[in-house]
Nanobody, 124 residues
Framework: QVQLVESGGGLVQAGGSLRLSCAAS????????MGWFRQAPGKEREFVAR????????YYTDSVKGRFNISRDKAVNTVYLQMNSLRPEDTARYYC?????????????????WGQGTQVTVST
């Protein structure tokens, strides 16, 4: 069983930055990918970004391209989401997730483990 613990959320003004972290309990990953989804009130959970654990290849949803950057530190089993130029529409609860596939689809069903989430609120 993999446990994922997110941190780094908070309140920030539009145009500001936040960095989310997600620490995984599993000691080593032989393959797979880590990702971030988000869910705003009254909306469905949506894909944000993912990174293949071994190759490091990344994929983003269009609305965050050029503003968000996903990275990982294999030494400490942690994935990060650097969020810049934040907008009020980025306000949501952000969830860390892990897939057994290195190139999972951008759908919830492609991921096996989920964290509890961390709240990001962007004010105008």
């Amino acid at each position: 069983q993999v446990q994922l613990v997110e941190s780094g959320g908070g309140l920030v003004q539009a145009g500001g930055s936040l960095r989310l972290s997600c620490a995984a309990s599993e000691r080593t990953f032989s393959s797979g990918a880590m990702g971030w989804f988000r869910q705003a009130p009254g909306k469905e959970r949506e894909f944000v970004a993912r990174i293949s654990w071994i190759a490091g290849s990344t994929y983003y949803t269009d609305s965050v391209k050029g503003r968000f950057n996903i990275s990982r530190d294999k030494a400490v089993n942690t994935v990060y989401l650097q969020m810049n130029s934040l907008r009020p529409e980025d306000t949501a609860r952000y969830y860390c997730t892990k897939s057994s596939s290195p190139f999972p689809r951008a759908t919830q069903g492609s991921y096996d483990y989920w964290g509890q989430g961390t709240q990001v609120t962007v004010s105008t």
